[in-house]
């Protein structure tokens, strides 16, 4: 118990919170910066089994955020070099490596024996399937992001309400590390506050912090928060399915243009987000309405569009890419 001492000697945590967090398990998604301090201080501090999941590899522009990898990590898959370097840190701690993208078609399994999640991903996509399977199966979610020099942490699910319950509605521009860029040390930050809610949910110690939302901008330095556990989960919210779920009976529509990609379905209509509401485009009643994009932004800003003149179901698929994306 050496190893755990200094942890061990603070007043609320002691070896009965040590012995709950040996026997934890946890579901890690994204292998990136976000999940580098995660990953670092949940097998520092203990964690008996920690299933860690992402489908990429590392490059070159990962380094000055993603500080569990290094240049001779280059073109490995994240979730390899992860474990290995968790392993060297900890070798009590087991780490489970999975090189899949989570997806609507995998993601019950991979929580099924976890008692926390923790979303470490860089994708719109991701967050919400993890938050419905985390809503459904009772499990706490602690989600993070991270835009430019801002981000934010927060305790979903379980006990508290889901993300659809903070964040119903599409927001008018979603940012990507790819497109407006990130600064290293905010992912850490946050990817430090992660860790953190997550050993407290894990061991029982402290204020929960599931039902809250912290925030940080690391230009302006400002700190905030704010708590949401009497929030009600929309009546309504278009859900992902997994690309394999569409059938000949749906109407399809892709949203990709044919310079992205091929027809996600043979019978798909292609057509932009801007033409979804004319009355050429509407599913016969009865029929279930399944928009397709790349990360799922299109897909939901379209089923937004359609809900206004057309009520049956619509659900969303996300195709995504071979590699699973770019994550924080």
């Known amino acids: ?34 999940a580098a301090p995660v990953l670092q201080y949940l097998a520092g501090a203990g964690a008996g089994f920690i299933r860690v999941m992402d489908g990429d590899v590392v490059s070159l522009s990962n380094l000055h955020r993603q500080t569990l990898f290094r240049e001779a990590d280059l073109g490995r898959l994240k979730v390899q070099a992860a474990a290995e370097a968790v392993a060297a840190l900890n070798p009590d701690c087991v780490v ?10 995998n993601v019950d399994a991979m929580l099924r024996d976890c008692d926390l999640v923790l979303d470490c991903a860089d994708s719109f996509a991701a967050s ?3 938050s419905d399977a985390c809503l459904c199966a009772q499990v706490p979610l602690i989600s993070a992001s991270v835009v430019g020099s801002s981000g934010y942490v927060g305790g979903f699910c379980a006990a508290a309400p889901s993300l659809r319950a903070i964040f119903p509605d599409l927001p008018p521009r979603l940012g990507s590390c790819a497109e407006d860029g990130v600064l290293g040390p905010v992912v850490g930050i946050i990817g ?15 204020a929960s912090p599931m039902g809250r939302v912290l925030s940080v901008d690391g230009l ?21 399915i997994a690309p394999q779920d569409m059938h000949i009976t749906d109407f ?3 949203l990709r243009g044919a310079e992205e990609a091929e027809l996600a379905h043979p019978c798909a209509h292609r057509a932009r987000v801007a033409d979804i509401a004319s009355p050429d485009l509407r599913p016969a009643d009865g029929q279930r309405a399944v928009m397709v994009c790349r990360t799922g932004q299109r897909s939901w800003a379209a089923a937004e569009r359609l809900a206004t003149v057309w009520p049956g179901e619509i659900t969303l698929v996300a195709m995504g890419d071979d590699t699973g994306g770019n994550t924080i």
């Open 192 to 206: 430090a506050m992660q860790a953190q809610m997550a050993l407290t949910v894990l061991t029982g110690i402290g």
């Open 1 to 34: 118990m050496s190893r755990y001492a200094r942890q061990i000697a603070v007043p609320e945590f002691g070896e009965q919170a040590q012995s709950r967090l040996a026997s934890a398990r946890v579901l890690v998604v994204g292998a990136g910066g976000l």
């Open 96 to 105: 489970c490596p999975v090189a899949k993208s989570l997806t609507p078609a």
């Open 128 to 130: 919400y399937i993890l």
């Open 252 to 254: 399809i529509i892709d």
């Open 220 to 240: 302006e330095w400002r700190f905030g928060g704010f708590g949401f556990l009497g929030a009600p989960e929309p009546a309504h919210g278009p859900r992902f």
